[in-house]
């Protein structure tokens, strides 16, 4: 039952939180790259596309979700830039996502607050779209979702940084 709600909520709240965050000018004001700013951390939050309800990697509807068709995408502390080490797992990413509806998970370790996380773990959701985006891939399959630090791995904060993916069936 509490999964459920968690879902509910984190399906009404995620939107609303990443409007909040684009907003926001100048940065964040904490020293990691976060992805605001100028150069290639620039994220347009209105030209997502509407999430398809009833698609979820987790919980109702994940039985028509495929997880991880590709390896998580991992991040440095306090960034939301993909490394170049990590692009081979985007573009293993953008041959599934020309085919079918890709969910991007945003993840954290458990470093900064609830709402920074938050915004992190969107920001790096943002990032992969915007490298999948670049590839040609049409902005109508792929959705993006932060989870924070609400699901560690329980591997160490490296293993925590990350963006997992799901692919529809």
């Known amino acids: ?19 909040q965050c684009a907003s926001r000018p100048g940065g964040n004001g904490s020293g990691g790259d976060g992805g605001w700013g100028g150069g290639n ?15 979820s990697m987790y919980g109702p509807g994940s039985e028509n979700v495929q997880l991880n068709p590709v390896a998580p ?5 306090d960034s939301a830039r993909v490394s170049p080490n990590e692009m081979p797992k985007v573009q293993s990413l953008a041959k599934i996502a020309r085919q079918t509806l890709i969910i ?14 938050r915004g992190l773990g969107e920001r790096r ?8 985006l670049q590839m040609g891939i049409p902005s109508g399959n ?11 791995t329980g591997q160490g904060d490296s293993y925590d940084r990350r963006a997992e993916f799901g692919a529809l069936k």
Request: aromatic residues 14%; without cysteine; charged residues 10%.
């Open 73 to 77: 995408v991992y991040f440095a502390f």
């Open 104 to 117: 991007i998970a945003g993840h954290t370790d458990g470093s900064g607050t609830f709402g920074y996380n």
């Open 125 to 132: 959701a943002l990032a992969v779209r915007q490298e999948l």
């Open 41 to 55: 951390g620039s994220y347009d939050f209105q030209g997502l596309p509407q999430r398809n309800e009833g698609i």
């Open 1 to 19: 039952m509490k999964t459920n709600v968690f879902h509910l909520l984190a399906a009404v709240l995620i939107p609303f939180l990443g409007t």
């Open 142 to 152: 792929i959705q993006t979702i932060s989870y924070g630090e609400d699901m560690l």
